[in-house]
């Protein structure tokens, strides 16, 4: 092979990686992705609202069944 041929397939493979990477990019910022609703956000940022949040979830782990309080 060429040196000549070598640069063009180097720069070809280059060009494909870019071309990855940026349909990646264009995905990533069309999509979304919550972890968690906005309201157990707001759950999560209230003290009270937290305690109760962790009061129900250890009744479960002794119960196995969930309040409906």
């Known amino acids: ?13 280059l060009l494909v990686f870019g ?8 995905l990533n910022k069309k999509t979304e992705t919550k972890l ?6 707001a759950v999560l940022q209230d003290n009270d609202k937290l305690h109760e949040l962790d009061q129900a979830v ?7 069944k969930w309040s409906n309080e």
């Open 58 to 64: 250890s009744n479960y782990h002794k119960s196995g």
């Open 1 to 13: 092979m060429t040196t000549e041929k070598k640069v063009l397939n180097a720069l070809g493979v």
């Open 36 to 41: 968690y609703s906005d309201d157990a956000y």
């Open 19 to 26: 071309l990855i990477l940026l349909i990646i990019r264009f």
